[in-house]
C-alpha cells in the first residue's frame, strides 16, 4: 500500500508540475485521470500479486508432480523388473509344459503297446486254454481241470490220475492224460512249463526212499518232467520241476475229499513276456 501511494503522490505532483495554471475543466481531467490511473496500477498490483501466488501455487504443484513421477517410476522400474521376472518364469513353465506333454504322450503310447501287449496274451491265454479242455476232455471226470490264473494257464491233475498210492511212477491212465497234454504243448512252443509236486498233511510212512512230504512232492515233480521230455519229447529247456510238500493246499479241510484235492500236480502254462518286459523297461 505505501508502495501505491508513493507511486499515486509521484503522479499528482508531476501533473502540478507540468501545469502550474489550469482551468477546472483541465484540473478535473487530470484529476479523473489520475484516479484512473491509480486504478489500474492497483489492478496491477493485485495481478502481480495473484500471478506470484500462481507462480508458487504452481512450482508446488510442480514439485507434487516430479514427487509422483519419480515413484510412479520407482514403480514402473520394479514392474518391470517383476514383469520381466515372470515372463522368464513363463517361458520356463511353458518349455515344461511342452516337455510334459510330449513325454505325457511317449507314455501314453507305451502304455497303448503294453495294454495291446496284454490284451494278445490274454487272447492266447484263454486260446491255450479251450485248446486244453478240449484236448483232455476225456479226463476231466477223473480229477483233471484247466483254468486261468494271473494270466498263467493251471492244468492240475490228481495224483489218483497219474500215480497209484505212494508212488512216484506215472501209470497208463497218466501217461495217456500227459500225452494228449504234450500233443498241444508241442505246438505251444512260446510257453514255459512249471510243474509243481502237492501233498496232502498226512505223514509219510515206509515209503523206501521217500522220507517225507517233500520228498514225494518233489519226486512225483520229476516223474512228469521226465517223462514229458523223453518220451513226449518237450525241450528240456522250457520246463521247471518243484516240489511244494503240503504247504499249498486248495481246500484247508480236515476230510478225506480235501486231503484228495491237495494230492495234485499242478502243470503251470506261462507265455514268454519278453516283449512286455521290454516295452515295460522302456
Request: glycine share 4%; charged share 30%.
Amino acid at each position: 500500500m505505501k508502495t501505491r501511494s508513493i507511486l499515486v503522490a509521484a503522479l499528482f505532483c508531476f501533473t502540478l508540475h507540468s501545469c502550474v495554471v489550469m482551468s477546472p475543466k483541465k484540473y478535473k481531467a487530470l484529476v479523473a485521470e489520475r484516479d484512473s490511473l491509480s486504478m489500474r496500477a492497483n489492478s496491477l498490483f493485485d495481478t502481480v500479486a495473484m500471478l506470484r501466488a500462481d507462480t508458487m501455487r504452481l512450482h508446488r504443484e510442480i514439485k507434487e508432480a516430479q514427487g509422483n513421477y519419480d515413484a510412479l517410476k520407482g514403480n514402473y522400474s520394479n514392474l518391470n523388473d517383476k514383469y520381466g521376472a515372470l515372463n522368464n518364469n513363463l517361458s520356463a513353465s511353458s518349455s515344461k509344459v511342452n516337455q510334459l506333454s510330449a513325454d505325457l504322450k511317449k507314455r501314453e503310447a507305451r502304455l497303448k503297446e503294453v495294454e495291446d501287449a496284454l490284451h494278445k496274451r490274454d487272447e492266447a491265454t484263454n486260446a491255450l486254454r479251450d485248446k486244453l479242455q478240449k484236448a483232455l476232455l476225456g479226463f476231466q471226470q477223473n480229477g483233471l481241470s484247466v483254468d486261468i490264473r494271473n494270466g498263467k494257464v493251471y492244468v492240475s491233475l490228481t495224483d489218483k490220475l497219474l500215480f497209484p498210492s505212494g508212488s512216484i511212477v506215472i501209470d497208463a491212465r497218466g501217461k495217456q492224460a500227459l500225452q494228449q497234454l504234450a500233443a498241444v504243448l508241442n505246438k505251444e512252443a512260446d510257453l514255459t512249463i512249471a510243474v509243481e509236486g502237492h501233498t496232502d498233511d498226512k505223514k509219510v510212512i515206509n515209503l523206501g526212499q521217500i522220507k517225507d512230504n517233500w520228498d514225494l512232492s518233489v519226486l512225483r515233480s520229476t516223474s512228469v518232467c521226465r517223462y514229458l521230455t523223453e518220451v513226449e519229447k518237450i525241450d528240456p529247456k522250457r520246463l521247471t520241476a518243484t516240489g511244494k510238500s503240503e504247504y499249498q493246499p486248495v481246500d484247508t479241510g480236515n476230510t478225506t475229499e480235501a486231503r484228495a484235492k491237495n494230492r495234485r500236480i499242478e502243470i503251470i502254462l506261462s507265455p514268454k513276456l519278453d516283449e512286455l518286459y521290454n516295452l515295460i523297461k522302456q
